[in-house]
């Protein structure tokens, strides 16, 4: 190891213990009794890590780890705590912790996430000094978001507060509100922005072949496995890997992300090996994933290892006085992709449309709404009557409701016909039209194989 490993406890037996940890590695280890001893120590010398515990008399490991960030704001601390106090861990990441472990503590583990610790420092000195000979980030790079309203404004100061630290981020928010833009915002501000940002939608990736994706493989692990992959894990190496939709993670592999969370460990498909990979993890979702921990669908542990450093991306019925830019911005863009559209600009009216408009899909559909109405306008104003760009606003009678020149419907029939709307104000999304209705996802697929055995239930009953 060749490092220099400060040891902070008011225990004299962990001191020594976690100093025996060590005694194998050529490591050079000083023990400190107290907080304010270690402060005396870093204050004479250099170390390349700190291990500290979390509960001390006086002065405790947390005040400790805030003092540490200020005078060596590079100098890694992993800290310990007891079973069971998964607030003072998460309380010490948001902090600035590089990491923690628990008592009693397995050796193994703690010598591989100091060795990774040592690693990440050695590695960002090395960045540091190589940084005046690289370019600034391109304008493509700058992960630019558009808005100025005070939710946008709240939102781009904690993503610069967030961009500064490596902990994993949850991005949390409803379908179409940009979560991708936004974990690519955090990248294009933090240090990793010149090594490679990579986004994975885990619900669009196959159970049988998600661990292979992300993971990787090797050759011959399975039929089909003609060549080794190296996985997504390994590609983004020193940079950002994001996990979109990261509630409809199967099971089976969230084990396996939680061990790169903790060790940075990687065991591609059929490999009886193990690498350790540099990577900054965020994940993103539309679901309420506590909610899924309660149901069994989803690791508590993990949760919180996801949940370190998160934020909320607020829907656009929140963020209106953004519209008008948003606009202009989906505008310019529509208008370089229809080159042949007459279209130059967007009239005073039809921004107030826009504005007032409902936007259940959010951003996304502000944009193909914008994207739509530039092919088909024939004018140089955008024209959204003829288009029917726009949605239909709240007040309007939506579908679900029976005409009032036909017989009632029966409940049945009403059902049916509201998941059929539901569905099509979530463009689709299943998951999120099962969260609306307050049902189970399987409930949403059996009523749809019955309606599908028949009439479907949107067309209307038959006239008396």
Known sequence: MNARVLIVDDDPEWREALRLVFSGDAAACELAPSAPAALDLLAQGDFDVV???????????????????????????????????????????????????????????????????????????????????????????????????????????????????????????????????????????????????????????NDGLFESEVFGHVRGAFTGAAQTRKGLLTEAEGGTLLLDEIGDMPMSMQAKLLRVLQFGEVRPVGSDRVHFVDVRVIAATHRDLLALVREGRFREDLYFRLNVLPLVVPPLRERREDIPALAAHFLEQARQRASLSPVRSINDEALRTLTAAPWPGNVRELASAIERAVVFSSGETLDLQSTSAVPVSDASVPSWVPPSHQPPWTLKQVNDAYVQWVLGQTQGDKHRCAEILGIDLSTLYRWQRAQHAGRLPSEPPPAA
């Not at 993503?159 to 690519?184: D, F, H, N, Q």
């Open 51 to 205: 291990i500290c515990d979390v509960r001390m008399e006086g002065m405790d490991g947390l005040e400790l780890l805030d003092r540490v960030k200020k005078i060596r704001p590079a100098l890694p601390v992993v800290m310990i705590t007891g079973a069971g106090r998964i607030a003072d861990a998460v309380s010490a990441i948001k902090r600035g912790a590089f990491e923690y472990v628990t008592k009693p503590c397995d050796t193994d583990e703690l010598r591989t996430l100091v060795v990774g610790a040592i690693s990440d420092k050695r590695r960002r000195a090395s960045d540091a000094s190589t940084w005046p000979t690289r370019p600034p980030p391109s304008r493509e790079r700058s992960g630019e978001l558009v808005g100025q309203g005070s939710a946008m404004r709240a939102l781009t100061a904690s993503i610069e507060r967030v961009a500064t630290s490596s902990a994993p981020v949850l991005i949390s928010g409803e379908t179409g509100v940009g979560k991708e833009l936004v974990a690519r915002a955090i990248h294009a501000r933090s240090d990793r922005r010149d090594r490679p940002f990579i986004a994975v939608n885990t619900s669009a990736v």
